[in-house]
């Protein structure tokens, strides 16, 4: 039953990833950069370094009113 299901991790690509991290931080939203390096040899996924710089987790042990808040603002950020 995914009803009651609970991610550990959310991620999401984002273009400029550490300025949307940085503004989110400042706003008290905290989100994840775990991917630094990749885990493959660009030769077998040449996508890896893009995702890489790419990817950030998104909190999930928050509200749906604060999921929502989350949303907005990365929407907000993503279209500056």
Known sequence: NT???NLSRYPL???NRDKIVAKLRRKQ???GKWYHYPQSQ???CPDTDTV???????????SE????RVAKMI??????
Not at 65 to 68: F, G, L, S, T
Not at 75 to 80: H, N, R
């Open 65 to 68: 009113k604060e999921a929502k």
């Open 13 to 15: 690509l984002v273009s």
């Open 3 to 5: 009803k009651y299901a």
């Open 29 to 31: 939203i905290y989100v």
């Open 75 to 80: 929407l907000k950020l993503q279209s500056a």
């Open 52 to 62: 890489c710089e790419s990817i950030i987790n998104l909190p999930t042990h928050i």
């Open 42 to 44: 660009p030769a077998e």
